[in-house]
């Protein structure tokens, strides 16, 4: 195939720890391709950031080969690497007295000879990378006095500046608001349409399902590769929740809590929109929800409006209990559950 | 740098013997002295100790800028490798030596100076040899202070069993003096110094990418156990000959690097290393000033002085950053 930008053949990574102790994550076997966003994921401990460290060189890998750009990477020296590969660690820089310019300046180092001054192209560069990421007003700031969401801009901006074909960032998004995970991820995707690899871990799956081309899944056996939806309908996103309460309902396309009885409540009337939040209550409730009325139903709620109000009826009759909210009802239904 | 030349100039012309600036400017221009005296007590006391301070000054700021770079601790400063300790042990064997094991040591000034260099060259070869080995950089420091309290303490036990002559002879040596090196020294100094500074600045920008992270460092595409290795030679060399021949001169390697960043408010090398090198200077010969005690025949104690101008910038940091570790 054309466009594969890494080529992982067999890659064990992991670290010795120790003589005796060493953790080994399996061997793993992957491309990425050039524009692709890929999220590695997993659960906590599992070696993500090692894996992705492994592939950045910045630890030793235990066996396998990487070749980038068919270059096996053993043989690229450090100069020629940082021109091919940027990475960020999932640890925030800090450093006293560093404006944002200075910091990002710091990503052409790999360019030139240590005597060599920067010049007219890479201040250029440096500057277009920090307003690619919105931050051409804090070009000046030190970076210690940045909120977590723009100290994560400027990293992006760093890699930018790096100007390399491969970006890897470990937990990007990671101590992020919603809003600023997006923003992350929504400038991730700009540069992986300017063809750019992109390769991020994340514990974060929803941000990672909704927003990736190519998920690494790194399961306690290996890495499943595939779409986000490939993962899904495999099955193998289960597997991330083993001895977990949770599991992924393919239906809903939600995170559950697994409960051991299904009590069944049916959500009679209703626009879409009420119907589907007054289901999402009751799921989190522990109800599996039908839109139909049946028989042995535990529960019945019906769903009116009236001149622009809602009522939420509990039970099969008008005599029922009636609630303006569906905090109210599930207080309700909650108390009733008690007794 | 006005500044500088102005205190090195305040420098030569203050002492117990008062030299008028006519004298001065024979000296550097050519011309008749109004005294003979004088000349020699320009050529061979007030030159030797002028440019001593400058040496003294620049090689500490400049190593002390480093340690907090390298370590990314704002208290670190250039004995946080223990190389003032391993000099003090040098010279406490050479002063100590001949009264605690009946050795008889070549107690004179050269005698110190040699050891103190062999001392901190010691402790400067342990800690380059562990930094190959050793990839954390906290690991590094503990080991580093580790090094320098074991050696203090062998040096304790020199001065319980040393006589109360050697003992205070010592004492002295550890109070820090401009005066000491004599014109032949100097070059010997001056070169060290020199060499220190000029490896310090070849790496300027690893020191930049050091400042945010070994892991930053390494995907640059830098060597950071080879870059640190030659950072912590420069640091030696600095700290090591201005401890040799000056004696262990406290807190003028802590707080000038903070002076530099906070006068400058940048934490790019390029302009941090010569900042730190005119301010040491400039400061040491300020304490000599101050230490001479204009128009009295008292010297203070150069390290005293050193420590109560440098303790306020210190306090002053802490308070201002109150998060010390980042």
């Known amino acids: ?339 | 740098m006005v500044v500088l030349l102005l205190l090195a100039l305040l420098s030569l012309l203050l002492g117990s013997v008062a030299i008028p600036l006519a004298d001065i400017k024979a000296y550097f221009l050519g011309g008749s002295f109004t005294d003979e005296v004088n000349l020699s007590i320009i050529q061979n006391f007030r030159m030797p100790k002028v440019v001593s301070a400058l040496l003294a000054g620049s090689a500490l700021a400049v190593s002390g800028l480093q340690m907090q770079t390298v370590f990314r601790n704002p208290l670190a400063g250039p004995y946080v490798l223990g190389i003032s300790s391993g000099a003090s042990l040098g010279v406490a064997l050479v002063l100590m030596g001949s009264s605690a094991f009946g050795l008889s040591f070549w107690g004179s000034q050269v005698g110190t100076v040699v050891a103190a260099l062999v001392g901190s060259l010691l402790v400067l070869m342990l800690i380059l040899a562990v930094s190959i080995r050793v990839r954390d950089i906290m690991t590094l420091l503990i080991l580093g202070m580790m090094f320098g309290t074991a050696v203090s303490a062998v040096t304790s036990l020199l001065q319980y069993f040393g006589s109360e002559t050697s003992l205070k002879n010592f004492v002295i040596w550890t109070m820090g003096s401009l005066g000491g090196v004599g014109r032949q020294q100097l070059w010997l100094y001056a070169a060290l110094v020199l060499l220190g500074l000029a490896l310090a600045w070849a790496y300027v920008r690893p020191l930049n990418v050091l400042g945010i992270g070994d892991t930053y460092a390494r995907s640059l595409g830098f060597n950071v156990k080879q870059t640190r290795f030659l950072i912590f030679l420069s640091t030696s060399l600095l700290a090591g000959a201005a401890t040799a021949f000056n004696g262990p001169i406290a807190f003028v390697g802590i707080a000038v690097p903070h002076l530099a960043r906070m006068v400058f408010r940048t934490s790019n090398h390029a302009i941090l290393v010569p900042a730190s090198a005119l301010a040491g200077a400039a400061t040491l010969l300020l304490c000599d000033i101050i230490a001479q005690l204009p128009g009295s025949a008292t010297v203070l104690p150069l390290n005293s002085v050193a420590s109560l101008m440098g303790i306020p910038v210190v306090i002053y940091i802490v308070l201002k950053n109150k998060r010390v570790v980042s």
């Not at chain 1, 890494?6 to 076997?29: C, E, H, M, Q, W």
């Not at chain 1, 060599?116 to 500057?127: F, G, I, Q, R, T």
């Not at chain 1, 809003?179 to 992109?198: C, D, H, S, W, Y």
């Open chain 1, 1 to 339: 195939m054309n466009g594969i930008v890494i080529d992982i053949k067999g890659l064990v990574s992991g670290y010795r720890n120790g003589v005796s102790s060493t953790y080994r994550y399996p061997a793993f076997n992957a491309v990425a391709l050039r524009g692709e966003l890929i999220a590695l994921i997993g659960r906590n401990g599992v070696g993500k950031s090692t894996l992705l460290r492994t592939l950045a060189r910045i630890q030793p890998s235990l066996d396998g080969n990487v070749f980038v750009k068919r270059v096996n990477f053993q043989q690229i020296s450090g100069s020629e690497f940082a021109q091919l590969v940027s990475f960020i660690p999932s640890e925030p820089a800090h450093a006293s007295h560093t404006t944002v310019y200075e910091f990002v300046s710091m990503a052409r180092y790999p360019y030139h000879g240590w005597f060599e001054a920067l010049n007219d192209n890479d201040h250029k560069l440096v500057d277009d990378a920090i307003s690619a990421v919105g931050m051409q007003n804090f070009r000046d700031r030190f970076i210690d006095n940045l909120s977590d969401g723009e100290r994560q801009r400027v990293m992006i901006a760093f890699a930018i500046a790096q100007d390399t074909p491969i970006i890897m960032m470990d937990e990007p998004t990671a101590f992020l608001d919603l809003p600023n995970k997006f923003e992350v991820m929504r400038l991730l995707r700009e540069q992986a349409q300017k063809g750019k690899t992109i390769i991020i871990s994340t514990h974060d799956l929803q941000t990672a399902f909704g927003l990736v081309d190519t998920i690494w899944l790194m399961l306690s056996d290996g890495v499943r590769v595939g779409a986000p939806e490939d993962i899904v309908l495999s099955g193998n996103l289960n597997r991330l929740m083993d001895d977990t309460p949770v599991l992924f309902d393919l239906k809903s396309g939600q995170f559950v809590y697994k409960h051991q009885t299904r009590l069944v409540a049916c959500v009679l009337g209703g626009s879409p929109n009420i119907k589907k939040w007054t289901s999402h209550a009751l799921r989190r409730m522990g109800y599996e929800v039908e839109f139909s009325p049946i028989d042995d139903a535990s529960t019945y709620v019906q769903i009116q409006e009236h001149e622009g109000k809602v009522q939420w009826i509990l039970g099969r009759d008008d005599r029922n209990p009636t609630f303006d909210s569906i905090r109210n009802l599930c207080i309700y239904i909650k108390g009733t559950a008690l007794l």
